[in-house]
T-cell receptor, first 114, second 110 residues
Framework: KAGVTQTPRYLIKTRGQQVTLSCSPISGHRSVSWYQQTPGQGLQFLFEYFSETQRNKGNFPGRFSGRQFSNSRSEMNVSTLELGDSALYLC?????????????FGPGTRLLVL | EDKVVQSPLSLVVHEGDTVTLNCSYEVTNFRSLLWYKQEKKAPTFLFMLTSSGIEKKSGRLSSILDKKELFSILNITATQTGDSAVYLCAPREAGNMLTFGGGTRLMVKP
């Protein structure tokens, strides 16, 4: 089975711009979660989508949003980029068929905001 | 507020040593606790613990959970240079929300 894939892998943007990141989960997985990783704050939960609905949300401003499509692929969008948004954005997928299923991470998208 | 604390923050050992990494947590709706290893890329899954006192093993790595004391440890025996990484613990709450600790950075010297 192919793993979780994320595109693009690297991205450079300037302040004020907006960005869209994409995540394709493992085939058959219906849950996709997004995380932000920075040296200062570590790995922080952004949100989780399951069956096209946002199921959980972390403590991030409304500039961060996401969605999930019927094929379980997910996108996250960050509007009005700030320097502090520079980070590694990771998505993780889970089948959710079995209680207590684990999450598998994709390689991440490294975003640099100038 | 949910809190996950890992100790030590960093550790330097020599090949062949045994290490114990600690994770204490306080989360609202605990479901399970996951351990991940992160090198210069995405975290890779190590263990998922749901029940107290039952040790999980995978080769030289093992882990155990204490749900009463809200604590988990990860042991690595006979360390190798390839074990050098950041080890992350993350209690899982409702759905698939993971709250990560700051990690323990392990360096294994030859």
């Amino acid at each position: 089975k192919a793993g979780v894939t994320q595109t693009p892998r690297y991205l450079i943007k300037t302040r004020g711009q907006q960005v869209t990141l994409s995540c394709s989960p493992i085939s058959g997985h219906r849950s996709v979660s997004w995380y932000q990783q920075t040296p200062g704050q570590g790995l922080q939960f952004l949100f989780e989508y399951f069956s096209e609905t946002q199921r959980n949300k972390g403590n991030f401003p409304g500039r961060f949003s996401g969605r999930q499509f019927s094929n379980s692929r997910s996108e996250m969008n960050v509007s009005t980029l700030e320097l502090g948004d520079s980070a590694l954005y990771l998505c993780a997928s889970s089948s959710d068929r079995v209680v207590q299923e684990t999450q598998y991470f994709g390689p991440g998208t490294r975003l640099l905001v100038l | 507020e949910d809190k996950v604390v890992q100790s030590p923050l960093s550790l330097v050992v020599h090949e062949g040593d045994t290490v114990t990494l600690n994770c204490s947590y306080e989360v609202t709706n605990f479901r399970s606790l996951l351990w991940y290893k992160q090198e210069k890329k995405a975290p890779t899954f190590l263990f998922m613990l749901t029940s107290s006192g039952i040790e999980k093993k995978s080769g030289r790595l093992s882990s155990i959970l204490d749900k009463k004391e809200l604590f988990s440890i990860l042991n690595i025996t006979a360390t190798q240079t390839g074990d050098s990484a950041v080890y992350l613990c993350a209690p899982r709450e409702a759905g698939n929300m993971l709250t990560f600790g700051g990690g323990t950075r392990l360096m294994v010297k030859p």
